[in-house]
């Protein structure tokens, strides 16, 4: 059975960071797609950030403009595991986020198409 589970989550003031992690089990993601999706209250799931294959062991990252210069994420393939490392918090980053990993080599979208397995998510608020 294939199970991403994410830790990290917690509270934090505004200007802090967290680093979230995604354990993989079950099967392995070494070169496949993984992703960061978040969903506020009230609000629709949007896209993080994403790592997806470049080359023979290199990877692109791809973030939401509302992160990016603020968030990271990163993988280890040894470990089977994708992890976002957020600085300088804002309230507006309070969210449950979730990781996501692909099980094949086809085309992922930042809607969250192409994704085939899913955590069941971590809680990060940011309080002002």
């Known amino acids: 059975?294939?199970?991403l589970v994410e830790s990290g989550g917690g509270l934090v003031q505004a200007g802090g960071s967290l680093r979230l992690s995604c354990a993989a089990s079950g099967r392995t993601f070494?070169?496949?797609?993984?992703?960061?999706?978040?969903?506020?209250?009230?609000?629709?799931?949007?896209?993080?950030?994403?790592t997806r294959r470049s080359g023979r062991s290199t990877y692109y990252e791809d973030y939401a403009d509302s992160v990016n210069g603020r968030f990271t994420?990163?993988?280890?393939?040894a470990k089977n595991a994708v992890y976002l490392q957020m600085n300088s918090l804002k309230p507006e980053?309070?969210?449950v986020y979730s990781c996501a990993a692909?099980?094949?080599?086809?085309?992922?979208?930042?809607?969250?198409?192409?994704?085939?397995?899913?955590?069941?998510?971590?809680?990060?608020?940011?309080?002002s």
Do not use: C, L
């Open 30 to 50: 070494s070169g496949y797609a993984m992703a960061w999706f978040r969903q506020a209250p009230g609000k629709e799931r949007e896209f993080v950030a994403g």
């Open 73 to 77: 994420i990163s993988r280890d393939d």
């Open 93 to 95: 980053d309070t969210a």
């Open 1 to 3: 059975q294939v199970q």
């Open 102 to 127: 692909a099980g094949s080599y086809s085309i992922v979208s930042t809607t969250g198409d192409g994704y085939d397995y899913w955590g069941q998510g971590t809680q990060v608020t940011v309080s």
